[in-house]
């Protein structure tokens, strides 16, 4: 049933709840896709029956909801959808990606040995002085680049060499790193903060300077706890969120 083809009821719920809701739905169904102007203020009033606060109402709580951004002009347009990653699970983004129905991607900026950082060599935990190896990528769905990662390996990870770009533009990171060490990734620990995007970031992201982006740093272990990899990985906010499930004890 199209969106707009009953009347709003008449109950305890707000009119603009409603034709929010309806318009989520929409959304949801495909109905408005990605780029799309939803009606606007004058014509969802003239429908309903409410008024331009009513009805803009509505659509402040859909932009709130990060599915529309207002665009001077062109009203309120539907964004791409968000990707949700759960926190309890620990997964490569090529598979976060394909559980959601999106297609995983990435784009290699570079592989080389580097001296760690010293936060990378307090994720590792290894000496300030070591050199290991450092991959640098773009992070795609859907051909859309939705996060930039800085990778730092644990030298016990590179028994067989380094990756190549190809190497990780064609696979998983973490599916080399278990091939070429013998090791799989399975626990982890991470911290999430907020942080405005600079110029280089803002760049690759498609961004402008000072926009937020999610920033999840991450020391990723093996079954014995043997540490394999830190990573900083900076996700655009408008594209991605994480979900935690809570359970009240």
């Known amino acids: 049933m199209p969106w707009d083809d009953e009347d709003l009821e008449t109950?305890?719920?707000p009119k603009?709840?409603?034709i929010a809701d309806r318009l989520r739905r929409a959304i949801e169904k495909g109905e408005f896709t990605?780029?799309?102007?939803?009606p606007?203020?004058?014509v969802l009033g003239r429908r309903f029956g409410v008024s331009r606060t009513t009805a803009r109402s509505a659509l402040d709580d859909l932009e709130n909801a990060r599915l529309v951004a207002r665009a001077s002009g062109r009203g309120s347009i539907v964004l791409a959808p968000q990707v949700d990653?759960?926190?309890?699970?620990l997964s490569g983004f090529g598979d976060d990606m394909r559980s959601r129905g999106l297609r995983p991607g990435a784009r290699t900026l570079f592989v080389r040995a580097a001296r760690v950082t010293s936060e990378a060599a307090a994720g590792l935990g290894v000496d300030p002085a070591t050199h290991t190896t450092c991959v640098q990528r773009?992070?795609?769905a859907d051909g859309t680049a939705i996060a930039h990662s800085v990778v730092w390996l644990h030298p016990a990870t590179l028994t067989a060499g380094q990756p190549t770009p190809g190497d990780l533009d064609d696979g998983s990171l973490y599916a080399w790193i278990e091939r070429a060490s013998g090791l799989r990734i399975a626990s982890g620990s991470q911290f999430?903060?907020?942080e405005a995007a600079g110029e280089e970031l803002a760049r690759h992201l498609g961004l402008s300077p000072g926009d937020p982006v999610i920033t999840a740093r991450r020391t990723s272990r093996a079954e014995g706890g043997q540490?394999?990899?830190y990573v900083a990985t900076r996700y655009r906010a408008d594209r991605y969120r994480f979900r935690v499930e809570l359970v009240r004890p």
């Open 11 to 13: 109950g305890p719920l």
């Open 16 to 18: 603009w709840f409603q």
């Open 34 to 38: 990605e780029g799309d102007a939803l």
């Open 40 to 42: 606007s203020e004058a």
């Open 85 to 89: 990653q759960p926190l309890n699970l």
């Open 138 to 140: 773009l992070l795609l």
């Open 192 to 194: 999430i903060e907020a």
């Open 227 to 229: 540490v394999l990899e």
